[in-house]
């Protein structure tokens, strides 16, 4: 059996100590890293190892054995100057794959330059889910995939129930793809033509935003 992955979060803000306890309570070795021995104090008993240290120090990256992490996630927000020192630390040590949290786009793109695996914008991210949700309360989340694709999930209208994919022509109609429907936490992947949908389904839909955002307001109106 393969060895459970390795995780080692910097900065114990509100989004690192949750990716941390996240981790922590799926079963996976965590290494909580923070600057300030107070962070360290709440969060230590709630993963592995919770260490006080500061990640543009490299020596104590490495005296920590930060390489030998298989991912390593920096949530460091305000200090931006911090966070771009510690990914280039990290990259130049070797980590196998470093995730980091962006303040703004700027922010984001020289992370990426610089080598970052993943960049994530964790309040930008949750702002359009809420803004979506705001639209239509059938958009129980929405995914970007890129700047111009996302995935939605939403709840079936009732005009829908009863009905089967082909009579719907979701793809005809809005130009979005059904790519699963959800019930009470089964999942139906690649559904057929004729699968009818059933009262509290919830359609996972892929497609272009513009298409996407039709469809969410032709939902909010029935
Ligand atoms: P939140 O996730 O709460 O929105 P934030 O984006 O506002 O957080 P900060 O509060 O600026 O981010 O930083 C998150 C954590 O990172 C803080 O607990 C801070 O002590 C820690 N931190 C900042 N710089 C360093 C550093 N050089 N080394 C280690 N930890 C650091």
């Known amino acids: 059996m393969p060895t459970k992955k390795q995780y080692a979060i910097i900065g114990m803000g509100r989004f690192g100590s949750s990716v941390a306890q996240s981790l922590s309570k799926m079963g996976f070795e965590v290494l909580a890293i923070d600057s300030s021995e107070q962070k360290i104090q709440e969060i230590v008993n709630m993963v592995t190892h919770a260490v006080s240290a500061d990640s543009t120090d ?102 829908m129930i009863g009905k089967n994919l082909k009579e719907l022509d979701i793809r005809a109609r809005y130009g979005c793809n059904v790519m699963a429907i959800k019930n009470n936490g089964k999942m139906n992947i690649s559904p057929y033509a004729e699968d009818r ?16 955002q039709k469809m969410e307001l032709a939902y909010s109106e029935s």
């Open 58 to 159: 490299e020596e104590a990256l490495k005296a920590l054995g930060i390489r030998n992490f298989d991912v390593v996630v920096v949530a460091i927000g305000q200090d931006i100057q911090a966070s771009i020192l510690t990914t280039l630390i990290l990259k130049d040590l070797g980590v196998p794959k470093i995730v980091v949290k962006a303040q703004n786009e700027l922010h984001g793109k020289v992370l990426s330059k610089i080598g970052a695996d993943k960049v994530v914008f964790p309040e930008r991210d949750m702002g359009t889910r809420v803004a979506h949700n705001l639209i239509s309360p059938n958009i129980l989340d929405h995914i970007e995939l890129s700047d111009d694709h996302s995935i939605v999930e939403m709840r079936v209208a009732s005009f």
């Open 197 to 212: 949908l059933k009262d509290g389904d919830i359609l996972v839909l892929v497609g272009e935003n513009e298409h996407l």
